[in-house]
């Protein structure tokens, strides 16, 4: 849909990008970003035009200790795939070893994969859209996309953990076919750990600007335990 | 498809290429993809949060925020969004213009920088672009054609993170002719760069 007057969108699209859109003005804009494609097309118009303009900005390195406090936040091991490597040889060896010793050793020995707590968000007709996975002991969220209705372009369906007492935790933005990996940050790890529903939003496509629900709230599903 | 219809009119980059291989592969969790990603993009990212929040400890902190959120939505970026260096330049300048609502009450520890970017005095790799920017000297052409006055407010505004206040306060102006400005040059800017597309 093109709203009415694609000449104030253009103008607020470029004050938004130009950072000069400020307070419940801007908020206002992310979420009609959020729900309108044409708001979103005219935002990645200026944004891909006026990054010329820190053509001039001369990189500054920062300092060493960001990388290791990014890669803590998100849960990431130190040396990425060379230590799952590292690890995926070692459980090599150990089931080389334990089969020789007997099947109870050996099933004893591979970690529980079960996931930990489950989540089936349908629509009110049950029809099954996505299966939410939670495995707390690898810190791992997996997502399946199912039958999914038709989605507006420029908008994303957001997954959110709803702690106790406290606000929404974004999972990260949904899957509109297969199925997703991601690794859980501490603090979804742990707002998942108190959470006993997810919701699903609307939001533009990436996911919510402000880290909090945008759009409609369009899907609540309860978390379960598992395993 | 016009060229409205499409952020970007020209072909990916190289640089584009790779920032848009890595990105699939953050959106399948793979850390390696992210360190390479980090060391690729954070420094340009970092210069941009450091110029607009003026405080290293705040843009450090929001450095962090900008990886987590690139990490968190890397399987949403399709190149028909754009250039990859566009997105991430556009989560870091929002994630220091949120800062910003909080933090421009708290003195600065880094000195107020130049903000006249393009007065200050090039070398001959610099008049080039860079290597994270797509050669383009459409824009460039398009803020020739503007009033130094309109193309001082945009360059103060975007690269600076300046509101319309602040910006009437550095340049001395007052509030209405500041908004004039920047909403005159952006028009022009506009037409100029359609113009060039048809």
Redesign the interface.
């Known amino acids: 849909m093109t709203p009415a007057n694609p000449e104030l969108v253009d103008r607020l699209a470029a004050e938004y990008v130009l950072g000069t859109l400020r307070g419940p003005a801007r908020r206002r804009f992310e979420n009609w970003r959020a729900t309108s494609p044409h708001v979103d097309q005219r935002c990645c118009y200026w944004e891909e035009h006026l990054m010329h303009m820190a053509k001039g900005l001369k990189p500054v390195q920062p300092p060493p200790h960001v990388w290791p406090a990014i890669r803590e936040r998100l849960n990431l091991t130190p040396h990425g795939s060379r230590r799952r490597w590292t690890r995926n040889l070692a459980l090599a060896a150990s089931i080389v070893l334990v089969a020789g010793l007997g099947s109870l050793l050996y099933w004893r020995s591979l970690p529980p994969v079960r996931a930990t707590a489950v989540s089936i968000i349908s629509t009110k007709a049950g029809d099954e859209l996505w299966q939410v996975k939670v495995f707390g002991n690898t810190n791992r969220l997996v997502v399946q996309a199912e039958k999914l209705p038709a989605r507006q372009a420029g908008h994303d369906y957001e997954l959110w953990a709803l702690p106790k007492g406290g606000n929404p935790v974004s999972l990260g933005v949904m899957p509109t076919e297969g199925t997703s990996t991601r690794a859980l940050t501490a603090i979804q790890k742990s707002a998942l750990a108190s959470s006993s529903q997810v919701a699903v939003s609307i939001e533009p496509t990436g996911g919510s600007p402000t880290g909090q629900p945008t759009g409609d709230i369009v899907f609540v599903a309860p978390l379960r335990a598992s395993g | 498809m016009t060229p ?2 499409q ?2 009119a020209a072909a990916p980059t190289e640089f584009d290429q790779q920032l848009l291989n890595l990105l699939a592969r953050c ?6 993809a ?2 390479r990603l ?1 060391e690729l993009a ?3 990212l ?3 949060l ?2 607009i929040l003026r405080r290293r400890a705040l843009a ?1 902190e929001a ?2 925020d900008v ?3 690139i ?3 890397a ?3 399709s190149a028909s ?3 990859p ?3 991430m ?2 989560i870091a ?2 994630r220091a ?2 800062l910003l ?1 909080h933090e421009r009450n708290v003195p600065a520890l880094v000195p107020d920088l130049p903000e006249r ?2 007065a ?1 005095p ?1 070398t001959e790799s ?1 008049r080039n ?2 290597a ?2 797509p050669p ?1 000297g ?3 052409h398009c ?1 020739a054609l503007l009033t130094e006055r309109q193309k001082h407010c ?2 103060l ?3 600076g ?4 206040e602040d910006i009437s306060r550095l340049t001395g102006s007052p509030l209405g002719t500041v908004k004039s400005w ?2 005159r040059g ?2 022009s ?2 037409q100029c ?1 359609e113009g060039a597309a048809k």
Not at chain 2, 27 to 32: L, W
């Open positions: 409205l219809d952020p970007s959106a399948a969790a793979d850390s390696n992210l360190k980090y954070s420094p340009i970092f210069a941009c450091t110029r450090e450095l962090q990886f987590v959120s990490w968190q939505r399987g949403q970026f969004r754009g250039r260096m566009a997105w330049m556009s300048r929002y213009i949120d609502r970017l393009a200050q090039e610099e672009s860079p994270w920017l383009s459409l824009l460039e803020l945009l360059e505004a975007f690269v993170g300046n509101s319309h920047i909403r952006l028009h800017l506009r760069l």
